[in-house]
């Protein structure tokens, strides 16, 4: 039996060494948080299970001693077939 083609999003993110990057998604139910990603440029790959359906996500950023950031700009993804990337 063939088993179902994992889809996600896949992230490109940039910021700073010893900061925590809090990345947040929303499907139309409002914001969650997804990953708390620690220390500048990577990628992250958001495993979904909803092929079809437009995500929209922000992110802020943590720093020990200061308030967190503001939210960034948001950027919009639909699901694709990650067994092809």
Do not use: H, W
């Amino acid at each position: 039996m063939a088993s179902a083609a994992t889809t996600g999003i896949v992230l490109s993110l940039t910021f700073n060494s010893g900061e925590t990057l809090v990345l947040e998604r929303d499907d139309g139910g409002g914001y969650v948080t997804v990953a708390s990603l620690k220390g500048g440029s990577q990628g992250y790959t958001d495993v979904l299970p909803l092929n079809g359906v437009t995500y929209t996500y922000r992110a802020k950023v943590q720093k020990a001693g200061y308030a967190d950031s503001s939210y960034s700009a948001t950027d919009t993804g639909v699901p694709q077939d990650l067994s092809v990337l």
